[in-house]
C-alpha cells in the first residue's frame, strides 16, 4: 500500500510518502513545514504535493489533539481537521486522523535498536504493556496494550491530567502557575511552555530578574524553551540550570506516573523534540529519581526499561503502520 502520511504538531507538520508491505514501512519523499505559517492543513499538503509531485489515494494524518468520530480540534493550533472534508478538498479516496502519540506507539514496536537510547535497562527481556510519554509543544501520551503477541496502541490525554505538587516548592509552583492560569494539568510544566513557566516561576520565587544576556536573546524573538536549556547544557546560568534540573524531575515523575497507571513493563517511551535534545540532562539522574519516586512502588518501577525515542519520522512510521493493519 502506498499512502501520504503526516505528523501535525502545533509547531511544526511533517509530511512523507509510505509504503507498506506486511510488517515493515519504507518512508520517503519527507518534508516539515511550520505549522503556524499555513491557514489550515490542506494548503500544507496541497504544497506538499505541488513541491514533490506525489500522488496517492490513501493517507492517514497524525494529529496534536483528541481526535474523534474522525473529527480533532488541535490543541495547539486554530484549526479544526475533519478526515472527510479531507477527502473531498485533496480529492483522496480515504483519510484516516489519529492521535499524534498513538501514531508514535504504533511506529515503537517497528524501531530497531540504533533507533532508541536507554536510561534505564529495567528487567531483561521484560514483555507486557508500554507507553510512550512525549514532551514538546504540549505533553503528550498513549498506551500499547500487550496482548500476549502484540501490542495495540491506543490515545489518551493524560498529559492534560491535574499536576500534583510533592513538596514546599512544587506548591509553591502550583500557587504561582494557578495565579496565572487557573487549572494547572501536567503540560503546564512538562513542555516546552513548560520549561518557560518554570523559569518565571522560579525568577518570581528568588525574587530576581532573568540576566541581561537572556533577556536580550528572548528579545530578539528566540525559543524561549530552546535557549534556557542550552544556556543549562552550558552551565552559563544557575537559574537555567535549576529550571531545566526541576523540569526533568517533573518530567521523571510525570512518565512514573503514566508508566505506574500502563503497568509498562513492557518499557516507557520518551518522545518528542525536549528528550531528544536534552540526553545528557536527562542521564545525570533527576529524571529517574522523579520516576522511581513512587514509594511502595519503587521496586516495580524499577523493572521498567526508560528509552528515549531518536527515530523523528516514528510518528509516520506509526501512522502507516496504524493503516497496514486496519
Known amino acids: 500500500m502506498r499512502l501520504l502520511v503526516g505528523d501535525i504538531g502545533g509547531t511544526k507538520t511533517a509530511l512523507g510518502l509510505a509504503e507498506t508491505d506486511g510488517g515493515a514501512v519504507r518512508l520517503g519523499e519527507t518534508r516539515c513545514y511550520p505549522s503556524a ?10 504544497h506538499y504535493l505541488r513541491e514533490t509531485g506525489a500522488t496517492c489515494r490513501f493517507a492517514v494524518f497524525a494529529v496534536a489533539g483528541p481526535v474523534h468520530d474522525q473529527r480533532c480540534e488541535t490543541t495547539n493550533l486554530p484549526w479544526v481537521l475533519d478526515a472527510e472534508a479531507l477527502e473531498q478538498s485533496l480529492e483522496l479516496t480515504c483519510v484516516e486522523l489519529i492521535n499524534d502519540l498513538e501514531a508514535v506507539a504504533w511506529g515503537v514496536p517497528i524501531l530497531s535498536s540504533d533507533d532508541l537510547a536507554e536510561i534505564h535497562p529495567g528487567d531483561p527481556g521484560s514483555q507486557g504493556n508500554a507507553c510512550v510519554v512525549a514532551a514538546g509543544t504540549g505533553l503528550g501520551q498513549a498506551g500499547l496494550f500487550w496482548d500476549g503477541l502484540r501490542h495495540h496502541a491506543f490515545a489518551t490525554e493524560g498529559g492534560h491530567s491535574d499536576f500534583a505538587p510533592a513538596d514546599d516548592l512544587e506548591f509553591a509552583l502550583l500557587s504561582y502557575l494557578k495565579s496565572r492560569f487557573g487549572r494547572v494539568s501536567w ?11 518554570l523559569f518565571d516561576f522560579l525568577c518570581f520565587h528568588h525574587s530576581v530578574q532573568p540576566p541581561d544576556w537572556l533577556q536580550t536573546a528572548l528579545d530578539r524573538g528566540g525559543d524561549p524553551a530552546a535557549i534556557i536549556a542550552q544556556s543549562a547544557a552550558e552551565g552559563n546560568c544557575p537559574l537555567c540550570c535549576d ?3 526541576l523540569f526533568m524531575r517533573l518530567y521523571g515523575r510525570e512518565a512514573g506516573n503514566a508508566a505506574l497507571k500502563h503497568m509498562a513493563l513492557g518499557g516507557v517511551y520518551l518522545g518528542g523534540g525536549i528528550a531528544l535534545k536534552n540526553l545528557a540532562c536527562l542521564r545525570r539522574g533527576g529524571f529517574l529519581e522523579g520516576f522511581f519516586d513512587k514509594g511502595r512502588m519503587g521496586s516495580l518501577m524499577r523493572r521498567m526499561p526508560v528509552r528515549v525515542i531518536l527515530q523523528p519520522n516514528t510518528p509516520l512510521l506509526g501512522a502507516a503502520r496504524f493503516m497496514a493493519l486496519q
Not at 503540560?187 to 513557566?197: A, F, L, T, W
Open 37 to 46: 505559517s499555513f491557514a489550515s492543513l490542506d494548503q500544507i499538503v496541497q
Open 187 to 197: 503540560e503546564r510544566v512538562v513542555s516546552g511552555p513548560g520549561i518557560v513557566n
Open 243 to 245: 529550571t531545566l534540573n
